[in-house]
């Protein structure tokens, strides 16, 4: 008579075991549940409490701005050694008083504290409640603590280990006696089925045994392998098959990455470039604004001005294409330029910081034009960001020096400084985008790190290359600019100014609609000094009189006006029977090829684009029929 039965109930007896531990664990995680759940109840039902008592012990200190009595207030705090730190807000959000034990302020880590509850992270849990009095909200109470959940859980496991280790005690010697029955035909399918994992073998099997049920298993057992034997090759191909769209998959996902990081680099960019023209643009209009006479006379400050006035309309016409930058491609406004000229806006641009620094600036440019069919702004670009950055990376006081020459081999420019250098590693690095030499612990000086990136770009579509040399930390760095030799004529008289072309001859009647003053007045003044009559008006509405009025022969309207805007005007005017022959113009900042075809629609004979060159409207009143 053997010990064990030939059925399953005697091998129950070791269910029983696991699932006695199995309960116990149920019951220790169920009561460490209610127990976590009663802990944060309690700790936050606490918190509340004292913020409450904080609140109303200090709204009159927060009314009356008293953070003095405030702090006097929170300081009572320290009786409660589970209180790391007690913060007032005013109704604004900003900091009034505070008590801290931690060194760290709470406020430090919760990005919004005005957001009103609980917020537990780790062993610390915030509150966050308003102050209110007489239904008014006056403040905010922000209360840090100490939340020692995980200390009580440690008791509940420290516990369950004991509890269990005393039942693995009185457990392990009788299962020794049982588990053999039990565990033999379970060894022998975890053998096979070893060995069909490391030998691909799915015709192995496990020999049946004297008990009926688990023959039942093995039956199921054996049945499963050979069902999986024949899986195997449709698996197969399902995988060769799953690893093509991972692939293609993985390819959407990079194409999505860098969407994205284009988007980043158009922002930034944009945020970059848009600054270098309003240095001397706002110096410009301090001089004119100066009462005593300058060093500068007007007529060189306003060419400055237009040059700079230029050089930024073109750059937020390139900057705001973004599916320009979105997809790398950078477009240059070729024409016959001297390169000099290009370095001396950059100069100009970066002068202010430079004498702010107070670093000496010595210029070497060739005495004679250097001509090439290139783009003067996005070159001016490259020179300003390379002088920038040599005033910025030198301490005040230093040297930068420009050299170009011209050779048989193209034109060759350098901007060496004395400043802090590039260690080698960095030589190349730096040019890629959004790479920052970390130079010194002075990061507020270190920008967005596009700048060298896109003046490498904009000097290889010209042919070019951009180089970085340095001899070590401490040692100044020097950036060449190589562009190859013009290969297209250009001749000086390409590169004169155009001047305004003299007034017409003819006397006309203009109306000016634009609820921009500043701009309706400025063009009126230029109208006018050409011999025209200029009426103005600032909206829509105003603009319907004028013309009833004055019956103008060309009229320049703005398309977003308050009141009326000059879609709605320009139709109103075409009904208008003086007015059916008058010039209707369209000057807008909306510049997309559906906003004209808008403007014809409803009305227009023209559209220009803001800011409109004085050459362009004195071209477009020459040609109006007499």
Not at 264 to 290: C, I, W
Not at 299 to 328: C, F
Not at 588 to 596: A, F, H, I, V
């Amino acid at each position: 008579m053997t010990l064990w039965p030939e059925s399953l109930r005697g091998r129950a007896i070791a269910v029983v075991l696991v699932t006695t531990l199995v309960a116990l664990i149920v019951a220790t995680a169920v009561l460490a549940i209610y127990d976590a759940h009663a802990y944060r109840q309690s700790v936050t039902d606490d918190l509340v409490t004292q913020a409450e008592i904080l609140g109303r012990i200090n709204a009159p200190a927060i009314e009356f701005d008293d953070p003095k009595t405030a702090r006097e207030n929170l300081a009572v705090m320290r009786a409660r050694p589970g209180i790391l730190s007690a913060d007032l807000y005013k109704p604004d959000g900003g900091l009034f008083a505070s008590y801290d034990t931690t060194g760290t302020p709470a406020a430090a880590f919760l990005d919004a504290p005005t957001a009103v509850g609980v917020r537990i992270d780790g062993d610390d849990i915030w509150l966050v409640q308003p102050i209110v009095e007489k239904g008014e909200p006056v403040g905010t109470v922000l209360l840090h603590a100490r939340y020692e959940l995980r200390e009580r859980l440690a008791s509940y496991i420290a516990i369950l280990l004991v509890v269990m280790f005393a039942s693995l005690c009185v457990a392990v010697p009788v299962s020794a006696l049982l588990q053999r029955r039990i565990t033999n035909p379970m060894l022998a399918m975890t053998g096979v089925a070893r060995q069909v994992i490391q030998r691909r073998d799915f015709s192995l099997r496990v020999a049946r045994t004297d008990t009926p049920e688990v023959d039942v298993l093995v039956d199921a057992f054996n049945a499963m392998l050979a069902e999986v034997g024949r899986q195997t090759d449709a698996l197969a191909a399902s995988n060769r098959t799953l690893q093509g769209e991972m692939a293609e998959r993985l390819h959407a996902e990079e194409a999505l990455r860098v969407a994205d990081r284009n988007k980043d680099q158009f922002l930034a960019t944009l945020a970059h470039e848009l600054r270098n023209p309003l240095a001397p643009l706002y110096n410009g209009v301090s001089l004119l604004k100066m009462s005593k006479a300058s060093a500068m006379e007007p007529g060189r400050i306003l060419d400055m001005m237009e040059r700079q006035l230029r050089q930024m309309v073109r750059l937020i016409d390139d900057l705001l294409d973004v599916s320009r930058i979105a997809t790398n491609k950078l477009v240059l406004r070729k024409a016959a330029i001297d390169v000099r000229a290009a370095m001396n806006s950059a100069i100009e641009t970066v002068s202010p910081f430079i004498q702010d620094r107070r670093h000496v600036l010595t210029v070497h440019l060739p005495a004679e034009p250097i001509l090439m069919d290139g783009d003067t702004t996005r070159l001016a670009q490259v020179f300003a960001n390379l002088l920038h950055n040599a005033a910025k990376f030198t301490a005040p006081g230093g040297r930068i020096v420009v050299h170009m020459e011209q050779d048989e081999t193209g034109l060759t420019t350098s901007v060496a400084d004395s400043g802090i250098g590039i260690e080698p590693a960095l030589l190349t690095r730096i040019f890629e985008l959004f790479e920052q030499a970390d130079r010194s612990l002075e990061r507020p000086q270190a920008g967005l790190g596009v700048g060298l990136s896109l003046a490498r770009r904009i000097v290889e579509l010209h042919g070019g290359s951009l180089v970085a040399v340095s001899d070590g930390p401490g040692r100044g760095s020097e950036f060449v600019v190589r562009l190859p030799q013009v290969t297209a004529p250009v001749s000086v008289g390409d590169l004169a100014p155009k001047s305004p072309s003299a007034p017409p001859d003819a006397r006309r009647r203009i109306l000016i609609v634009d609820d921009n003053r500043d701009f309706a007045e400025s063009l009126a003044i230029i109208l006018g000094s050409l011999g025209h009559d200029v009426r103005v008006a600032n909206d829509g509405i105003e603009g319907l009189e004028e013309a009833q009025k004055f019956h103008p022969e060309i009229a320049f309207l703005d398309i977003g006006m308050p009141r009326l805007n000059g879609y709605d005007l320009a139709t109103r005017l075409r009904h208008i029977p003086a007015l059916a022959r008058s010039l209707l113009v369209a000057v807008s900042g909306w510049g997309q090829e559906s906003d004209r075809k808008r403007a014809l629609d409803a009305g227009f004979d023209r559209h220009l684009m803001k800011p409109v060159e004085p050459n362009e409207i004195v071209a477009l009143l020459r040609n109006l029929p007499t």
